[in-house]
T-cell receptor
Framework: NAGVMQNPRHLVRRRGQEARLRCSPMKGHSHVYWYRQLPEEGLKFMVY????????ESGMPKERFSAEFPKEGPSILRIQQVVRGDSAAYFC???????????FGSGTQLSVL | SQQGEEDPQALSIQEGENATMNCSYK?????LQWYRQNSGRGLVHLIL?????REKHSGRLRVTLDTSKKSSSLLITASRAADTASYFC????????????FGSGTRLLVRP
């Protein structure tokens, strides 16, 4: 059973471009979370999704950021018109249900030039 | 502001010694979890302790929870160089128990 798969591992974008980060949860997991981490800091909650539904996006900026978890395929975190301040590590996690431990992917390091 | 805060921010010990990390939180929780992160990698789950539990063990790890003081501690006994990592506590609050809020972590260095 493969773990949580995130790609790409590293993503370089110029200011104003779009960034798409993909996450395939563990098999059988229908709950997906996205977190953001700056160097030497903890993880900041961004969004929680279940299949085809956004449950809680309270940690995600209203502008430029969006997330989806379609019925088929991976979850996508999309950042439009990236700025230097978006540079960070973005981690995806999945769980089999509510109120359970999370399984994390290896993250996507986004660098905005 | 953060729900959970770890203390100390950094800890350096000799191999074989015990390492204790503390976590304090602000609001009532459903559960508290500890995770480990090696540099540049994803987080790995260590232990989950629920609000009605006081202590849990897993191998060389011991976690305690004191809900009256809103605090938890993680003890790693007989530390090894391979335990060098950052350790984070994460809380699931009563009103949003699906959402884990992470503290800023304790960076542990175990010297060989």
């Amino acid at each position: 059973n493969a773990g949580v798969m995130q790609n790409p591992r590293h993503l370089v974008r110029r200011r104003g471009q779009e960034a798409r980060l993909r996450c395939s949860p563990m098999k059988g997991h229908s709950h997906v979370y996205w977190y953001r981490q700056l160097p030497e800091e903890g993880l900041k909650f961004m969004v929680y999704l279940q299949k085809e539904n956004i449950i809680d996006e309270s940690g995600m900026p209203k502008e430029r950021f969006s997330a989806e978890f379609p019925k088929e395929g991976p979850s996508i975190l999309r950042i439009q018109q990236v700025v230097r301040g978006d540079s960070a590590a973005y981690f995806c996690a999945s769980s089999p249900g509510y109120d359970e431990k999370l399984f994390f992917g290896s993250g996507t390091q986004l660098s905005v030039l | 502001s953060q729900q959970g805060e770890e203390d100390p921010q950094a800890l350096s010990i000799q191999e074989g010694e015990n390492a204790t990390m503390n976590c304090s939180y602000k609001t009532s929780i459903n559960n508290l979890q500890w995770y480990r992160q090696n540099s540049g990698r994803g987080l790995v789950h260590l232990i989950l302790i629920r609000s009605n539990e006081r202590e849990k063990h897993s191998g060389r790890l011991r976690v305690t929870l004191d809900t009256s003081k809103k605090s938890s501690s993680l003890l790693i006994t007989a530390s090894r160089a391979a335990d060098t990592a950052s350790y984070f506590c994460a809380t699931a609050t009563m009103d949003s128990s699906y959402k884990l809020i992470f503290g800023s972590g304790t960076r542990l260095l175990v010297r060989p």
